[in-house]
């Protein structure tokens, strides 16, 4: 079925796509259907469940939220709000602005609150800002400069996840 050659035409001996006889443009069939019982292993976002800004994105605007369902691992910058079940601020990550989610993990750079149910501070991290927590971890070498609360009541760390509870602006309506 493949054999070495000096034609350099990968098309040549492969089937015409329907309709290319006719002068049609090519369809593209239908991606196969798993017949083995099993999911597909590029289901919905939020089945997959993680999100990831990296290294060369900057997110930039004003009164901007990021919202995740699931993990979310931060290596480039924010300048807004981010909310999710996990946050993960990686080494080169940074966010300037307010940080919500059941766990947080600062690895990178955060200025703005951190509430979170659990809080991890590395040892390469930088905090500017206070923080309203159940549990807190500081490893040996973060660097903090804010206050620190536990909270007294869940709903005050409790991320807000629902999208449609969300004010929509004017901008984005068209």
Known sequence: MFSRGSNSDPAIGLPKPPGAANGLPP?????PVATNGRASPFGAASVIGQSVIGTDLTILGEKITIISQNRLQIDGDVRGD?????????EEGSIIGTVCAEQIEVRGGVRGAIKAQNVMLHP?????GDIFHQTLS????????GRVRRAKDIS????NLDVNSYPVSSSQTG
């Open 138 to 145: 500081i490893s040996e070498g973060a660097q903090f400069d």
């Open 124 to 128: 390469t991290s930088v905090v500017e």
């Open 156 to 159: 005050e760390i409790t991320p």
């Open 27 to 31: 369809t593209i069939p239908s991606a």
């Open 82 to 90: 981010v909310t999710g079940k996990q946050v993960v601020i990686g």
